[in-house]
């Protein structure tokens, strides 16, 4: 049988399959190798013991979770304002692997509307929402725009990620205006995960994620190659171009004509200096 695991606590595991859920352990074997299942796992199950783990598209270590579909990356429009180093970066770390992003800009009742098209033109070439987690409304209309998968939420501190994960939950899982994320449910918290039921196939994971803003280790070339706004342009004179001080730069010459966002541009130089200095040449 095959299913998937929704929750862990210490060693247990609460796979869903055709038959419902069932509890299970894991084969000795996988401890050893240092290879645990983790939460969002498929696994085989044999007479509720998983035989099998499937292999994974991607798997975050905070929190512990694998095979995420999407990211929704929250943003507050004020209060603070948006840092789009940091934005680029998680956007960055996310299409690294594998996981789509959904940038949610939130506080929308801190700004006026021009400000909000101005966003929305920047960062037009990914999904974006604009809500505020005191319209109730809006955070509806957020959740019911969810394609079945599953979700991670990540952000700078005081953007509003633990009143989202309220707000969409229905529950008080997080302390608002908290630095910590430690979800309410006691002591027991440090092995226990578990995926929050959202929606018809929407689950979220129960904490956010991403907690260090730092770029994930990459080739340059893999940088490059996550800026949509890059690969609508005529190929650039070099095929090696890295968009830099390369002659014949399509992309450059797009800055340079403002078609390509300014900031988007500024700070794609930031993150592949950022690359090319942990290299030792
Ligand atoms: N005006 C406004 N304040 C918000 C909104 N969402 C959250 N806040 C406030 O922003 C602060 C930080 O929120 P919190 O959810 O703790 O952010 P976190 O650090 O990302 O978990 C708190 O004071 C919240 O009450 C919003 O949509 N509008
Ligand atoms: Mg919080
Ligand atoms: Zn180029």
New binding site residues.
Partial sequence: MTGRIIKAIAGDYWVETDEGIIVTKPRGVFRHRGASPVVGDYVDLVDKTITKIHKRKNKLVRPNIANIDCALL?F?LQ?PKPDFLILDTMVANVLDQNIEPIVIF?????VEDEYIEEFRDIYRMFRLEF?????EASVEGLLESLEPGLYVLA??????????INKLTGQQL??????S?RIKRGKHTTRHHELIHLADGVYLADT?GFQTLELNSMEATELREIYPEFQDLEKCRFLDCLHDKEPGCRVKEAYEAGTINKTRYENYLLLLDELRSRKDY
């Fill in positions: 929250v507050s209060d939130n506080k929308s009742d801190l809500v505020s987690t005191l319209d952000g700078p501190s005081g953007a509003g990620k633990s009143s989202m997080f302390e608002v205006g908290q630095i994320q956010p």
